[in-house]
């Protein structure tokens, strides 16, 4: 598994760093973000460091698929019934500002234009 040690996610991965975790398997850990931005904001973290989707290669196929089935699982589980929000920052000018690869799952306001 490839790490980074200067990574803020690679030591949350670690253990090093703590956070409140939802979920954990041995492709991702998810955990609620430090600065909410609505009632359900989670962010999935693969386990191996990538830094965004400019660095996906062939073989992060089954870990992308794997994320993309467990998001919905995650908001029911939530209580994000009625839909949730998925966002991807990539890259400075896209808004990233840990560069190791993570989803935002976002939910729980009426109105999904208030993020």
Known sequence: MK???????CKIIAGTVPSDQ???????????????KAPVHLLIVPRDHIISLN???NNHDKLIGHIMRLLPKLAKEQGLDNG????????????????HLHIHLLGGKEHLGGF
Do not use: M
């Open 3 to 9: 790490t980074d040690l200067d990574c803020l996610f």
């Open 22 to 36: 939802v979920y954990s398997d041995d492709q991702v850990i998810v955990f609620k973000d430090i600065n909410p």
């Open 55 to 57: 660095e996906l290669e």
């Open 84 to 99: 949730f929000r998925t966002i991807i920052n990539t890259g400075r000018g896209g808004g990233q500002i840990v560069f």
